[in-house]
Every structure is written in structure tokens, then in C-alpha cells.
């Protein structure tokens, strides 16, 4: 069992950047991958960024790439979204997500129905 607790968001100008962070606890010996998923009003939630336990493989939904950057601190139990470059359109709850697995190297899906567990969000708002 893992629990995930999003923090870092809140209100930001257009242009302007925030770190997100995704803290895990709980009892867990196995490794696991992470993705970034979001959702905005009236919109379905939305893949945003995925990265391996070891960190070394990442991918970006188009949108994001480029602007945002997906890291973890495994030692920290912690995996970062840093976002660059905001625009009114990133406004979302964010969530993160963690789906276990025995690949350090595996990337985390970019479908909602792979993960194992989740965050309750963080809300992410950009003014223009």
C-alpha cells in the first residue's frame, strides 16, 4: 500500500512557473513508476508526464513537453513536476500517480487504468 500527497500548487501568471512535488508513504518494497495526470473543468482528466523508479526514462504529453519536467527523489520518496512557461489552459487539479512494478526502467503509463495508486490533487491555477 502507498499513499501519494500532492503539494506546490496554487496561483501563478501566465508565463510563470511552479514546482509540484508527490509525496509517497506507506509499506512498499517494490519499486514503482510515477505519471502526472490532470484534470481541468468540464474536461475529462488527462495524461501530463511519466517517468521510470530509476528515473533515467521519462515522456511528456505533447502539450507539456518542452515546458514541464518530470524528476524523482527516490531517497525522498518524492517525484517533482516542474512547470515551466504556464499558460491559462494548465489550469487543473493536478494528481500524481504511482504504478508498481519490477522494471526500474519501465516508464509509468500513459493510461489512467495502469496505475495502482493516487494523490487527491492539487490545484494549479493560471491567470492570464
Known amino acids: 500500500q502507498v499513499q501519494l500527497v500532492e503539494s506546490g500548487g496554487g496561483l501563478v501568471q501566465a508565463g510563470g512557473s511552479l514546482r509540484l512535488s508527490c509525496a509517497a508513504s506507506g509499506r512498499t518494497f517494490s519499486s514503482y513508476a510515477m505519471g502526472w495526470f490532470r484534470q481541468a473543468p468540464g474536461k475529462e482528466r488527462e495524461f501530463v508526464a511519466a517517468?521510470?523508479?530509476?528515473?533515467?526514462?521519462?515522456y511528456y504529453a505533447d502539450s507539456m513537453k518542452g515546458r514541464f519536467t518530470i524528476s524523482r527523489d527516490n531517497a525522498k520518496n518524492t517525484v517533482y513536476l516542474q512547470m515551466n512557461s504556464l499558460k491559462p489552459e494548465d489550469t487543473a487539479v493536478y494528481y500524481c500517480?504511482?504504478?508498481?512494478?519490477?522494471?526500474?526502467?519501465?516508464?509509468?503509463?500513459?493510461?489512467?487504468?495502469?496505475?495502482?495508486?493516487w494523490g487527491q490533487g492539487t490545484q494549479v491555477t493560471v491567470s492570464s
Open positions: 500517480a504511482a504504478e508498481d512494478t519490477k522494471d526500474v526502467n519501465m516508464v509509468g503509463s500513459y493510461y489512467e487504468s495502469e496505475y495502482d495508486y
Open positions: 517517468i521510470s523508479w530509476s528515473g533515467g526514462s521519462t
